[in-house]
């Protein structure tokens, strides 16, 4: 047995089969992640992922858009936008506030429900001062005198009222943003979710 794996550790069409492997899995997650890239749409920061789901799908983009965004429904089903930076492009943190303003009849217009949720960098949820992970259509959330509904971003609960509050993951983390039943201004492509804006203190 011995001599067996001694052989293997020096065989070099062993070794050029492990590095041959090694290559064929590297250059497979690149072209996946390429594949995937060239199907969003990012747009004041949330990336959307249009054709996922769609049976009219090549391979490629299938398994591409299966890595991206697993067991998901068709865009007119279920809407998804996910968010990992602010609107001035670095990535969103615990260590920090943000404001996520709807302007008076912006929120997300559907036929069920929407919901924010805040995760960890993989997708998670994480256990928060609440409770809860998300904030939806459900939810109560108070508008201002404008109209306008603004949801605060944070880790630590606000000194104020917290009833718009969403608590978020002490570090790095991102926003994904659900509609279900999506209405015809999502479907074709018109509505475009608010950046996510860091509070200056």
Do not use: C
């Not at 492997?21 to 390429?34: E, M, P, Q, R, S």
């Not at 790095?172 to 074709?188: S, T």
Request: proline share 6%; charged share 15%; no cysteine.
């Amino acid at each position: 047995m011995n001599g067996f794996l001694v052989w293997i550790a020096g065989s070099g069409v062993v070794q050029g089969v492990v590095i041959g492997l090694t290559f064929a899995y590297l250059t497979t997650i690149l072209v996946l992640g390429a594949a995937a890239k060239a199907q969003t749409r990012t747009v004041n920061g949330w990336s959307a992922i249009r054709k996922a789901g769609h049976p009219g799908n090549g391979l490629l983009v299938r398994a591409a858009l299966q890595k991206a965004l697993p067991v998901v429904n068709v865009f007119e089903e279920a809407a998804y936008w996910t968010a990992a930076r602010d609107d001035a492009g670095a990535p969103l943190s615990g260590r920090h506030s943000y404001r996520l303003r709807f302007p008076a009849g912006q929120l997300p217009p559907n036929d069920a429900f929407w919901s924010l949720t805040a995760t960890d960098t993989a997708g998670y949820k994480v256990s928060t001062p609440t409770g809860r992970s998300s904030v939806d259509s459900h939810s109560g959330l108070a508008a201002s005198s404008d109209g306008s509904v603004e949801i605060l971003l944070q880790h630590g609960q606000p000194s104020g009222t917290a009833q718009n509050w969403l608590a978020t993951p002490p570090d790095r983390f991102r926003l994904m943003l659900r509609v279900y039943l999506p209405g015809a201004v999502i479907v074709d492509g018109g509505y475009e979710v608010p950046p996510v804006a860091r509070v200056l203190s």
